[in-house]
């Protein structure tokens, strides 16, 4: 039935190795042949037949026909999976960053070469969500795609909003435990789920936008007046990405935290926890829910990727080619909070409107309509120490 | 891009309208050419010219491609099935109860005639589950599928543990808002469920079980006592259909109500809402949550499938083509609560071990061990008036 898959996997980390237990006691059809490693020196927990520092052991040999990439280094990872595909080998990342920088060329030499790459595990660990996008949603219909998809600052968002820790503290904890980076800029800074949402919008949409063109505010400014006016309303902090159709055929895209009312859905997800938050027509809301981050969900997400192409499953990217393509823009309203102590900054940061003003010695907020397009134009006034923004419903 | 889709359908309610309309707003590359209905005299929204009491109408009419099926009746919807996938038309079905019990003809009739027949909204309305089963879970992979099928009995069980309503109360008010039919049996019998289950079944493991085969008990026999008992253990009842691999490639399936505890994600699924619990290897719990009865979410469902037939999208059912079937089988003991008020019942029933015992004037019950065999064989006896039985953890 299934082709035999043979398999070259760069990296060796939990997920390897988890993939390769699993493969070994499932009637898959799969072999793993070599891990590339960087280090050979250290000590492994399987045979060092199975383990070279040579990419080429693994690019350059024809038995291999699955190229599994579960390094860090962005550059890296390009470089293989691009060696990979043009050799004719199929190729699983979850590499987001890598993907989300380089999608519009990796999809045209998936197309040059035939081959296919599948990434299921760089957004959301193990909810199927591109998958959802393109085989399930129509673009037409599709309204918009929203959720949690970083499951570091969710769990520093839990630990302050239901265990009344600081935000230095949460952080702290979460880097303990592991869920953070030493670096945290990545996940709590929104860079991270903004290279989901460029991955999301490219399969929701068909459009493919540089992240750098993508507006991402996270919740490293957050502060305790911030989380006192959230508690007083009842509500929670999340940081959401939205990736969102207006007017027919413009999409909205960027991410900011937001203020969630006990009736959103988002507002049970919790911890490390990820949940994709879908509105399509006739739908109402549809929601997957899993974990995000760790080795065995985004283990699980590369094993269904590899365990479909034993079918030669690719993606078809068929909204990319769709007759009416949709575009990116920035020309949308949004109402937000904006926490700041400087009053000066209300006269660098255009608002539509003001609905509300408040200033103590303490803080002073204001909530208020504004552009995408200004927040864009000012993040560097308004993504700074002693400033917080967050939307509002 | 698309094949352009000329579409005949059967029934126009809710649905059949709400399809025509969305179809007319959005650029889709679809045209509803008829609709075939019962009563030709009822007053329409529509033109009379596009509805017709012909069936030959669509089946005949070489220029439809495809057939949308959306009428009650099992066996009539099985006919117009058949003929559609034997004239060489694809067809979109929500039929559930049809889908169940005919599944393995209808696989061999598009293998044969190479007619696709796509079903999403029969299962769990707007939830993709069906996709997500048939391209993306590996059948060796995944441990079991659960969760809340029926909309009806989980509005009638959210009246009764969050309102304190009687199961009597609860079941008519549900009738009156139209979440339940006037004899309510399909859905509080378990029957509804089932269906789903069979289906779901079929594109989980490849496993197709005759639905008379399948135990169902419901919550129609659902007392003050059981409500009691489950409050006073800060659990909530529900109806709970399971299709979970035992022993590598045995399956067990049956619809029984559950305790079900506040750490558990369905325990917060409520009212006519859906969600369903899929376990697979690595990805701990993934949970799919929506809108499971009533037109739209149906619809959205329905118009999925129809836009996925635009691009030839046809099931594999690759799990019921692997080389390594797995099987029935009802060897499987379950920990259960058995409420009755006949002492007798339990030299009839044949428990394997018994770890509490309760009696009262009002009410008595027991808890412990019985296989699944066993309560099918005594399903009369079990699934009785003054006789309630449900799963414990």
Redesign the interface.
């Given at each position: 039935?299934?082709n035999k898959l043979v398999i070259g996997m760069f990296g060796f980390g939990v997920v390897g190795q988890?993939l390769y237990d699993?493969i070994k006691t499932?009637?898959?059809n799969l072999e793993i042949k070599k891990f590339v490693i960087k280090n050979q020196d250290k000590k492994r927990s399987l045979p060092s037949s199975l383990f070279t520092t040579d990419a080429n052991a693994v690019l350059q040999d024809p038995e291999i026909n699955t190229v599994v990439e579960l390094i860090d280094d962005a550059d890296a990872a390009y470089d293989i999976t691009v060696k990979a595909l043009k050799a004719g080998k199929n190729v699983v990342s979850a590499n987001k960053k890598m993907l989300a920088n380089n999608l519009e060329s990796l999809v045209n030499i998936q197309h040059e070469t035939g081959s296919s790459l599948l990434y299921e595990g760089s957004v959301c660990g193990?909810?199927?969500i591109i998958?959802?996008l393109e085989?399930?949603?129509?673009n037409?219909?599709l309204h918009s795609v929203s959720g949690i998809f970083n499951g570091s600052s969710n769990y520093i968002l839990s630990k302050v909003f239901n265990e009344g820790q600081s935000y230095d503290d949460a952080l702290k904890q979460a880097q303990d435990y592991g869920f953070a980076e030493t670096d945290p800029t990545l996940d709590v800074g929104g860079y991270d789920p903004k290279f989901k949402l460029a991955i999301v919008a490219y399969h929701a949409y068909g459009l493919y936008v540089n992240p750098d063109k993508i507006l991402n505010i996270g919740i490293d400014k957050l502060g305790d007046a911030d989380v006192k006016f959230a508690k007083e309303k009842n509500l929670k902090i999340k940081l959401l990405p939205l990736a969102k159709e207006v007017d027919g055929n413009q999409i909205v895209l960027y991410v900011l935290p937001k203020f969630v009312p006990k009736e959103s859905?988002l507002y049970?997800v919790e911890n490390e926890n990820n949940g994709v938050l879908v509105r399509?027509?006739?739908?109402?809301?549809?929601?997957?829910?899993?974990?995000g981050a760790g080795g065995?969900?985004t283990?699980?997400?590369v094993?269904?990727d590899i365990?479909?192409l034993r079918?030669g499953?690719k993606y078809?990217y068929?909204k990319h080619?769709?007759?009416?393509p949709v575009e990116y823009t920035t020309h949308y309203q949004l109402r937000v909070y904006l926490r700041f102590s400087d009053e000066s900054l209300l006269e660098k940061v255009n608002f539509d409107n003001i609905e509300e003003r408040y200033s103590s010695k303490d803080f002073n907020y204001i909530i208020g309509q504004i552009s995408l397009k200004e927040i864009i134009e000012k993040k560097e006034l308004i993504d700074q120490q002693g400033v917080f923004i967050a939307q509002m419903d």
């Open positions: 039935m299934s988890g699993i499932k009637d898959l193990s909810i199927p998958r959802n085989e399930y949603y129509d037409e219909l859905i049970a399509a027509a006739f739908a109402d809301e549809q929601f997957f829910y899993g974990k065995h969900p283990g699980s997400a094993l269904s365990t479909a079918y499953y078809e068929k080619l769709v007759d009416k």
